[in-house]
């Protein structure tokens, strides 16, 4: 069955600084999906990459697929408090989606 | 824009009772999923319906049972409830059935606290 490994498992950053999510499958990607969930909430959806090489921004987050290495890599410029939470990726999985453990990203003032 | 909707947001049983949770897909949607999201973990697919009909099964233990009604909402039904039952219920819907491409919309979560 297919898995999604997420790189780090959990982020500090300095309010101000870039950072990078990284999102690998264990099987070829047909679709990946990013979501943002602040702590005990629900499910935020960021965007959907579903060709080789897409990239898709939303304001400050920019998302790309690599079909290749069977990654998506979730990069978030001059990070704000706002963005603190826990970042999950998806992978379609034969009508389901299968999830990332998620990274926890904390900001810093 | 309607979003999905979930009921209740909040649910404190005890060990062995039953609970009902609810899912109103987005008007029009077609297929409902459901998420389990245990405390620190991710989520994990339980079941799905297309049309009215279970299109997929997941983790999903023989104490639920879920369905799909003529008005394309859902019902999970829980019961003989166990501590483990404790999590983050998440319902999704999307337009198009058999596949994920097409986005699933999750709604905002049935909070699930057994005793």
């Known amino acids: 069955s297919q898995e999604l490994e997420q790189s780090p498992q959990s982020l500090i950053v300095q309010e101000g600084k870039n950072l990078t999510i990284n999102c690998t499958s264990s099987?070829?990607?047909?679709?990946l999906y990013w979501y943002k969930q602040k702590y005990g909430e629900g499910l935020i959806f960021l965007m959907m990459l579903q060709k080789g090489g897409e990239e898709k921004s939303h304001e400050k987050i920019t998302a790309k697929l690599d079909e290749k290495k069977q990654q998506s890599s979730l990069h978030i410029t001059a990070s704000q408090p706002s963005h603190a939470g826990i970042y999950l990726c998806g992978a379609d999985g034969d009508d389901k989606i299968i999830f990332g453990k998620g990274t926890r990203l904390h900001i810093l003032p | 824009a309607a979003g999905v909707i979930q009921s209740p947001r909040h649910l404190i049983k005890e060990k062995r009772e039953t609970a009902t949770l609810k899912c109103y897909p987005i008007?029009?949607?077609?297929?409902v999923y459901w998420y389990q999201q245990g405390p620190g973990q991710d989520p994990q697919f339980l079941i799905s319906f297309y049309e009215k009909m279970q299109s997929d099964k997941g983790s999903i233990p023989d104490r639920f049972s879920a369905q799909q009604f003529s008005d394309y909402h859902s019902e999970l039904n829980m019961s003989s409830l166990e501590l483990g039952d404790s999590a983050l219920y998440f319902c999704?819907?999307?337009?198009?059935?058999?596949?994920?491409?097409?986005?699933?919309?999750f709604g905002p979560g049935t909070r699930l606290l057994v005793l």
């Open positions: 999704a819907s999307s337009l198009v059935g058999g596949r994920a491409a097409e986005t699933q919309y």
């Open positions: 099987k070829t990607l047909y679709g």
């Open positions: 008007p029009r949607h077609d297929t």
